[in-house]
């Protein structure tokens, strides 16, 4: 009732800025403060819908055919197997096929339970692009390829899956990340920048102080005692990761 005269006797440059504040169970409703995001976020911080099909390739009708090609998922991952943002993120440890519930299970765990408006969250592998086909049950085999089942994306070993920065520490993170990680088809873990730099200085260390010449590497590709008799293609290439990748 105070500014009632000053708004009816007030100037007119004035009065849509003091009619735009309406009074609302006796408090004003001022607009909201802009969002101010720590320096150094992304606008975009939660994780984006991927989409279940791929796009078309523009010169063919269908989406073309393609084999199981399991050898996307042989091996160690050598180039998206680091942390851009250096904070935190989750890791596979064995290779593996991520179909779209995977995905939104990520998506909707990771928007839920952090805190995005001091995170933020980025993929790290793409959306599902491999067919996967599939026969029915008590169908007689051949007759061609079974019909299209749904897309995946394969996964290979010490793959990064999504990456989460922020203001928040890691031991806030680490059961919602655990969590996230144990939804996974394949085992993975959460890790941070520094387990990833410890990792790799014990990996130095052991490789520096080792006096064993007769290391995995060495054997296989000197052929001692004519182990490529029991070994294949595989076992050769990817020798320098040790016995247990193939």
């Known amino acids: 009732m105070a500014c009632r005269p000053f708004i009816k006797n007030g100037s007119h440059l004035l009065r849509p800025i003091l009619f735009s504040r309406t009074i609302v169970n006796g408090t004003q409703d001022k607009p909201p403060f802009p969002k101010v995001l720590p320096f150094g976020l992304p606008l975009q911080n939660e994780l984006s819908e991927v989409k279940s099909v791929p796009d078309t390739p523009p010169n063919q009708q269908a989406y073309p055919n393609m084999s199981r090609r399991l050898l996307e998922c042989r091996g160690v991952e050598i180039i998206h197997n680091k942390l851009i943002h250096k904070q ?6 064995a290779p593996g096929l991520m179909k779209e519930n995977h995905f939104n299970t990520i998506r909707d ?81 959460p890790v941070s920048q520094e387990l ?19 290391r995995w590497e060495y054997l296989i590709r000197n052929n001692i005692m004519n182990c490529h008799r029991y070994t294949d293609f595989y076992d050769i290439e990817f020798a320098r990761y040790g016995p247990k990748i193939r």
């Open 88 to 93: 935190y993120g989750i890791m596979a440890l």
């Open 109 to 189: 765990m990771t928007n839920k339970r952090i805190d995005m408006e001091r995170c933020f969250s980025i993929w790290r592998v793409d959306p599902p692009w491999h067919p996967w086909y599939f026969k029915g049950l008590n169908k007689k085999r051949g007759a061609g390829k079974g019909s299209l089942e749904y897309f995946v994306t394969p996964i290979k070993a010490n793959r990064m899956i999504i990456e989460i920065g922020g203001s928040l520490s890691f031991d806030y993170l680490y059961r919602t990340l655990l969590a996230i990680a144990e939804s996974l088809p394949f085992p993975a873990i």
């Open 196 to 214: 990833l730099d410890k990792w790799e200085a014990e990996r130095n260390e052991i490789q520096e102080k080792n006096v064993n010449p007769l």
